[in-house]
């Protein structure tokens, strides 16, 4: 009969939380960036594919400045979210203070949604929601927020896999 070795994992630690991804939210979740975003939906519905392409220049021309300003506003007083092996966390981007937190356990779903001007910056906020249904954080103007769903679903099925193999492990001490 075999008997298996157990050898740790470098780098992981079951009591021990560590960083899986930084989140950046996008302009578009400012004022500036949702203004931004809906001038330039208006622009992609010209249908003339030469005329549209010279007003796309124009316009993003004359909007640059109010863009610059937009991600300069955004990366000094804006926040931004970590992604752990046991939780979702939003920081503050300037002193990195901690504002709210969810551990990967306490949500269901995460349902994807999309407000004015997001369309243009491809952004969309994600509502971690409980089996009620109530939503219980949002990540707002996320670029690709399936790409992210996604992530947060493996590292959430991970970290409940790793909780029911240290409760076995536990029993059995």
């Not at 594919?49 to 506003?73: E, K, Q, T, W």
Request: charged share 15%; net charge neutral.
């Amino acid at each position: 009969m075999a008997t298996a070795t157990v050898q740790p994992i470098a780098g992981v630690s079951a009591n021990r939380e560590a960083d899986i991804e930084a989140i950046y939210p996008s302009v578009a979740g400012s004022a500036l960036g949702g203004l931004i975003g809906s001038i330039m939906d208006g622009v992609a519905g010209v249908p003339f594919l030469p005329l549209r392409l010279v007003i796309s220049i124009l316009v993003g021309a004359l909007l640059l400045p109010l863009g610059l300003l937009a991600y300069i506003l955004t990366k000094l007083f804006g926040s931004y979210y970590v992604l752990t092996n046991r939780s979702i966390q939003q920081r503050s981007i300037i002193g990195n203070a901690l504002s709210q937190q969810i551990a990967l356990t306490d949500f269901e779903e995460i349902e994807i949604t999309s407000s004015g001007g997001y369309k243009f910056h491809r952004t969309g906020d994600l509502n971690l929601q409980n089996a009620k249904g109530t939503t219980l954080m949002t990540l707002t103007a996320i670029s690709y927020p399936e790409r992210l769903s996604q992530i947060i679903f493996d590292a959430r099925e991970a970290r409940m896999q790793a909780d029911a193999s240290l409760a076995i492990i536990q029993n059995r001490a």
